[in-house]
């Protein structure tokens, strides 16, 4: 891992296992898109983090604001100056999405389990049901980091411009002939496709088998060689809802070292949905 341009975001299951009894200063989050897993059993001392009810609006589709984003890390025991871990199921989709949330708040120390869930059970690691004793602490939380989140007209006006956009669904989402995968039948969207211009790296590129990252020469001909994208050129990551494009914007950010790129989490539930805004099909068919 050290040969990523920000090795420091990144620890080894080794390292969670040396820590897990001792975690002053630190906290483990476990963000599954599956909250039953939490219950099931977690990484001892773990606190679970509900991407739906806890890092979202109830009755506005917008991330949890700041205040709100204060609150929750009070409650889970959370100071600005814990070291935050965070790992999930889905090779971290939604730890990289929380990591995201987290990121955009500006918080200081923040960091991903390598190879998430999945790696942890795979080495027969512990796992426990118990959820762990804290203290509320206080948090202070940073104005969004907006250089780091795409909005509808934004991502507009950068279609328009030529930016490069990297569409991290599936082939069948991309290509439109899908308008939603059969286990998120709620991610359905009037019209199938992608945003004109967008070039198709399916998120799971980024990882191994066994969830962990691939190495940073692996990213850079998946992403630099193969998809042409440039380091100093500002890039817009989108899924369907945010999730999967948090990952590539993790990957592209912190172990390619890219300096502008934004996770456009609005995504494709909300253009391919919207009145006005074009779309692009693989069979050459396009749509305003």
């Not at 390598?114 to 202070?140: Q, V």
């Not at 007209?153 to 930016?163: E, I, K, Y």
């Not at 909300?270 to 099909?281: D, K, S």
């Amino acid at each position: 891992m050290t040969n990523y341009a920000h090795p420091e975001v990144l620890v080894s299951t080794d390292w969670v296992a040396e820590r897990v009894d001792s975690t002053d200063g630190l906290r483990l989050v476990a963000a599954n898109e599956d909250e039953a897993l939490y219950e099931s059993g977690h990484v001892p001392n773990a606190v679970p983090i509900d991407w739906v009810q806890e890092l979202q609006q109830e009755v506005v589709r917008d991330l949890v604001d700041k205040a709100g984003f204060a609150d929750l890390c009070e409650n889970k025991g959370i100071s600005d100056d814990t070291t935050v871990v965070i790992y999930g199921d889905q090779s971290n989709w939604w730890a990289c999405y929380a990591f995201w949330v987290f990121t955009l708040y500006g918080h200081n120390d923040v960091r991903l389990m390598n190879g998430g869930r999945e790696k942890w059970i795979a080495e027969g690691r512990p796992l426990s049901t118990r959820r762990p004793d804290h203290s509320e602490r206080n948090y202070t939380a940073s104005e969004q980091d907006l250089s780091i989140r795409a909005f509808r007209d934004q991502v507009l006006r950068h279609v328009q411009a030529g930016g490069p956009l990297v569409d991290v669904r599936s082939p069948e989402e991309y290509r439109g002939e899908v308008r939603f995968l059969p286990e998120y039948p709620d991610e359905s969207t009037l019209r199938a496709g992608h945003i004109p211009g967008a070039g198709n790296v399916p998120w799971e590129h980024s990882v191994r088998d066994d969830g962990t990252f691939r190495s940073r020469a692996e990213l850079e001909e998946i992403y630099e060689n193969d998809a042409g994208l440039d380091d100093h050129t500002e890039t817009v990551t989108y899924c369907r809802i945010g999730e999967r494009s948090s990952l590539t914007w993790f990957v592209l950010r912190y172990l390619l070292g890219f300096d502008q790129v934004r996770n456009y989490d609005g995504s494709w539930s909300e253009w391919g949905n919207l009145v006005g805004m074009p779309i692009q099909r693989v069979d050459g068919r396009n749509e305003a």
